[in-house]
């Protein structure tokens, strides 16, 4: 049977991608963020995880706002990264779990969720930099993925509640998935930022760290909140801790804390690491 052994939470900048691009992993303004990591590298030389299901937002490159999915999963072969226009580099395709995936769709159809199914799809950074942050080794990625990607972009967004119960479902697929896996569950985006309006630049760090808190002792605490609360406190783009929910859904009621990091600013953005174990 598949097992979850942990999972991990990471901003995802795409400031970081030029980063790495340029080397700069030891510049004073990069350090504070790049030192965070080493602890997870160690961690997952541990744990050997085969696949890796991640949650995240996408910003254009595969939905835009004339058809945005509330939900989707890939169940490709291969995902392919593409250049956004940020000036960071294209990196290699990434092999797909689509057994799995299915699996997973299936599981979802069956609790409700109506998931977009893509046998194909593009990724972007919000899936390509917590890739390269977590395994930066050269060459392909050393795990298979599954993509799911909630919307953060288009409202209405879904309630921070079903993004968790999302997570859950997600969660009850691999559990029953019949193949002798060690999967880990990754959520990325946020933390706190907003890049626009009058309060471009607002980062909330007492609300990020009582997140990031609550993801190992009371995992639901921030479904409590609704969209536009979420966003009074964390900002228009701080939203994306829906698909830190979502991951945190996949995971056991009871985990523990392995590692985390939190650094201001990273492009006008707050970033939060937080790696969970669950004994597996």
Partial sequence: MAKI???????HVPAIGGAIARNLQEDPYWKPFFDGFPPVHRWLEEVKPD?????YNDHGLNFFLD?????????????????????IPTLPPYDGAPDL??????????????PVS??????????TLPLKLFWPQEGTCPVRLVPVC????????PKASRCYKLGEAVGEAIAEWDEDLRVVVIGTGGLSHQLDGERAGFINRDFDLAFM?????????????SIEEIVEKTGTQGVELLNWLGARGALPPTVSKVHANYHIPISNTAAGLLVVGTGE
């Fill in 118 to 127: 893509c046998q194909e799809m593009l990724v972007d950074h919000a899936f």
């Fill in 67 to 87: 058809k945005m999915p509330t939900f989707a999963v890939g169940a490709a072969p291969q995902y392919h990264n593409a250049d956004e226009g940020w000036g």
């Fill in 51 to 55: 696949v890796a299901v991640v949650f």
């Fill in 213 to 225: 808190e609550s993801l190992i002792h009371d995992p639901q605490w921030a479904t409590q909140y």
């Fill in 5 to 11: 052994v942990g999972g991990m939470f990471v901003s």
């Fill in 101 to 114: 995936s299915w699996s997973l769709i299936e599981k979802l159809v069956d609790k409700e969720f109506d």
């Fill in 150 to 157: 909630i919307n953060t972009v288009q409202h209405p967004l």
